[in-house]
């Protein structure tokens, strides 16, 4: 295990996550716990720990105690039902397991020390005014980025929320390791994976991007395009480490930048066609990239074009496309059921300000309904 150290510039850049990375690091949570002067810690995990002997560890801390409802997604009742519990005494939440898991017990551990439920800061717009209780996010996939951001994602019905704070909801402690990426079959890998690549390069063009986000984009794009196809095909340790390494560091890029219009326009997709959310961020990224590359000046452009490995835009495009289609995903919207006339329906629910704003370049509503019917 090795804590890592966030280089802070006068960019503005902010990282207040403690972090801690390597194959093996889980076995150290136990002693992390032990440090904190919190004394009593709820537990909430997925199937990764169901007979995880680190369990034993925990609860022999005498400060861990579990959870005793499962978490599918993150929704307004998941969450409400895991904040009112986490109330009942506790000061402390470990959350071990993939985005809905580590999303819910986010926006539990600031609901914690806050009034109401989540629907009062989504749908009403109240503002948080609490840092939440201690939160250690142990994500068990390489791809959300959850575990250093400060907002999680916060569904309803047919609806996509964001509870976000910059001030008050980074996790206190990330701690990621590879090992719990072992067992991620091929899909999953896949999915989130290619999220984590395109969070990176969203981050990059992003107006909002700086100095800081920059190096960690282009470092987190190198090792996920080089690395994404082996570990979905033929997985060894080794690139699970770089996988989960470049899904980090794609985290310390978009958790200061957020991310852009390939996830704005995605939501819809997921929401009217159950679209893996991997899957719908991706589909569009190609398509961006030959959209965005031609207006970033010379450096910016040349310095991602030598992360991706490639000489020009439609290169980088091609080799994108590629390498989705290499890790068995779809690069037309026909493949994934969508039908044509659902092209209106993305253009019409995919502007979501928070995010395609951020983008340098913005199509048009006509625009961007030609460009999907490309890839129809």
């Known amino acids: 295990m090795r804590k890592i150290i966030i280089e802070t510039r006068k960019s503005g850049y902010q990282m207040p996550t403690e972090i801690y990375f390597g194959r093996g690091t889980l076995g150290k949570l136990s002693n992390i716990i032990r440090k904190q002067k919190q004394k009593k810690f709820l537990l909430v995990t997925g199937s990764h720990l169901a007979n995880h002997k680190i369990k034993n560890g925990l609860h022999k801390t005498k ?38 898991i580590l999303d819910s017990a986010k926006s539990a551990a600031i609901l914690a020390t806050n009034n109401g439920q989540v629907e009062d800061y989504t749908k009403k717009g109240e503002t948080l005014k ?32 964001s509870l976000s704070s910059t ?33 990176a390069i969203e981050a990059y063009w992003n107006i909002h991007s700086n100095p800081t986000t920059d190096k960690y984009a282009l470092q987190a794009i190198a090792l996920l395009t080089t690395n994404l196809k082996n570990v979905v095909r033929k997985p060894t340790k080794k690139t699970r480490d770089l996988i989960a390494k470049g899904s980090l560091l794609g985290g310390l890029a978009f958790s200061n930048t957020q991310t852009t219009i390939c996830h704005s326009i995605s939501y819809p997709m997921t929401i009217h066609w159950k ?28 310095r991602i074009l030598d992360a991706i490995g490639v000489k020009n835009t439609k290169q980088a495009s091609e080799k994108i496309r590629s390498l989705i289609s290499s890790v068995g995903l779809k690069t037309r919207l026909s493949e994934l059921g969508i039908p044509r006339k659902g092209i209106k ?25 030609e460009m999907l019917a490309k890839i129809y």
């Open 167 to 199: 001030k008050l909801m980074f996790p206190t402690i990330a701690l990621v390791d590879p090992e719990l990426t072992d067992s991620m079959p091929p899909k999953i890998t896949a999915t989130s994976g290619i999220d984590a690549l395109c969070q």
């Open 275 to 302: 679209i893996a959310h991997g899957q719908a961020t991706s589909i569009t990224l190609p398509l961006f990239i030959e959209y965005t590359f031609p207006i970033l000046s010379i450096k910016r452009k040349k």
């Open 345 to 369: 329906t993305i253009v019409k629910e995919g502007y979501d300000p928070e995010r395609a704003l951020n983008a340098p370049r913005i199509p048009s509503h006509n625009e961007l309904e």
């Open 63 to 100: 400060k861990v105690f579990n959870y005793p409802f499962k978490i599918t997604t993150s929704d307004f009742a998941t969450i409400n039902q895991l904040s009112t519990y986490a109330r009942k005494g506790y000061d402390g939440i470990i959350a071990v397991g993939g985005g809905a």
């Open 130 to 161: 609490n840092k939440g209780i201690l939160y250690i996010a142990v994500p068990t996939t390489a791809g959300t980025g959850s575990e250093v951001t400060p907002w999680a994602v916060v569904w309803s019905k047919n609806k996509k929320f």
